[in-house]
């Protein structure tokens, strides 16, 4: 296998489409959301590409005991009354800093084929603690992107996240920009620790909101109902283990 192979699995026309990718990262937050919007709008939904690299582990899937090599997928989503979409998702990111580059100009060019001018990535971006309020914070490839994203309910914050936006994600806006995409990034907050639906939930929310579609999160919801029951199994344990810490009173004696 070459370094890199695309196979083109359909062909669909698609109008004003716009990439939006959700790989594996923080509290996979970009992975539900994208898995999320090909399970509500599966009835438009085209497999279109399948992309194959050597940067991507060595490993394949199986599915009802048939193996498929490991890949990232690009669909085309006929969207009513919204904009047409390319979802990007896969299991895996790249392994090396060199097949970040190479895999994301992959899928600017997949892009740019299907006549994607804009692109939106999605991820999660780590509090460090538990949280209920999730905001969404965000960061473009330009400043004239700003305003109409802030409108939509995106925070933009000084040096956040801590150290940048590294993956596809990252190189979405930055590649992005240097070819000609209006690139975003719009990151849920996460405590990191864990999949993280509702965070998902917030990211799509704003993203409808700036594509103009509707979706359904009763799913998504049932997946953050489960995730609670997980927390709260976990702040258990956590109070169960202070209380089992000895006190100084407790390691006093007598001697």
């Known amino acids: 296998m070459d370094e890199l192979e695309i196979d083109a699995v359909a062909e669909v026309e698609l109008d004003d489409p716009v990439l939006v990718e959700g790989l594996p990262g923080v509290g996979h937050v970009g ?11 599966e009835g438009e939904s085209t497999l279109v590409r399948r992309v194959y690299s050597r940067e991507f582990p060595p490993q394949v899937s199986i599915e009802n005991g048939v193996s498929e090599l490991t890949c990232a ?3 085309a989503v006929d969207v009513p009354d919204g904009r047409d979409l390319l979802l990007l998702t896969g299991d895996h990111q790249a392994q090396s800093n060199a097949g970040h580059y190479t895999l994301t100009d992959a899928f600017l060019d997949i892009a740019a084929a299907f006549g994607a001018t804009e692109v939106y990535a999605l991820g999660g971006v780590p509090t460090g603690e538990l949280i209920d309020e999730y905001a969404v914070v965000g960061a473009v490839s330009d400043e004239s992107l700003l305003e109409g994203l802030e409108d939509a309910g995106v925070e933009f914050r000084d040096d956040e996240p801590a150290g940048g936006i590294v993956g596809v994600s990252g190189l ?12 975003a990034c719009l990151m849920g907050e996460t405590s990191g620790y864990l999949v993280d639906p509702k965070s ?6 704003v993203l409808a909101d700036i594509l103009g579609f509707d979706l359904d999160y009763e799913s998504l919801d049932e997946r953050a109902d489960e995730m609670e029951d997980v927390i709260g199994k976990i702040q258990e344990m956590e109070q169960q283990q ?6 100084d009173d407790d390691l006093r004696y007598i001697g």
């Open 31 to 41: 992975t539900l959301a994208v898995e999320h919007l090909l399970e509500e709008l």
């Open 73 to 75: 997928e690009v669909y």
């Open 172 to 183: 979405l806006l930055g590649l992005g920009e240097r070819r000609g995409f209006d690139a």
């Open 200 to 205: 998902a939930r917030s990211v799509l929310e």
């Open 242 to 247: 202070s209380m089992d810490v000895p006190t």
